[in-house]
């Protein structure tokens, strides 16, 4: 199914260079000087080798019909991230690197989307928005109340984020995965 380029996104399966690759990280950049691209790493279904490549946002890429299954993530060990089929419950192991930057978002019993190409998984579909819990901060400036003005955090899975700066440690905190950026606070 043909899409425009700017709307690639990680976890997608796209068709390059007659092949299927998984996309890992997907960027989009908007230079001040000419038009505007996907920085994309994408990483080959069979090979497992990775490439960088751009694509212009007006472009259209082929992405690929995939057969699309709600698994649970059990475990990470030595080989690979374990995951379970919730319906026929049999037992699968996929690359620790198929999430890219995305992977400490992926916690002990999460349900997602793992997506096949011929009884394959190839790609793993975490949900838009995961509930972290703040572990670090700075405190409170009183006075500072600029709308632009956000503040450096430490989450519970160990990633950084930018926020607000009424956000204090130890708050719940929506996170956009893709992104890794502040959504608003949990309720």
Known sequence: MKQQAGSIRIGWVIEYKNKPWTVTKAQHIKPGKGGAFMQVEMKAVEEGTKTNERFRTEETVEKLMVEEKKCQFL?????????MDNETYEQFIMPT???GDSRPFLVDGMEV?????AEK??????PQNVVCVVTETEPVVKGQTAASSYKPAI???GVRVMVPPFITTGEKIVVNTSEATYVERAK
């Open 113 to 117: 989307y793992i997506n096949f190409i």
């Open 97 to 99: 690197d198929i999430l």
């Open 155 to 157: 989450l519970d899975n």
């Open 121 to 126: 998984p190839v790609s793993v579909d975490l």
């Open 75 to 83: 475990f990470e060990d030595s080989t690979g991230l374990t995951f």
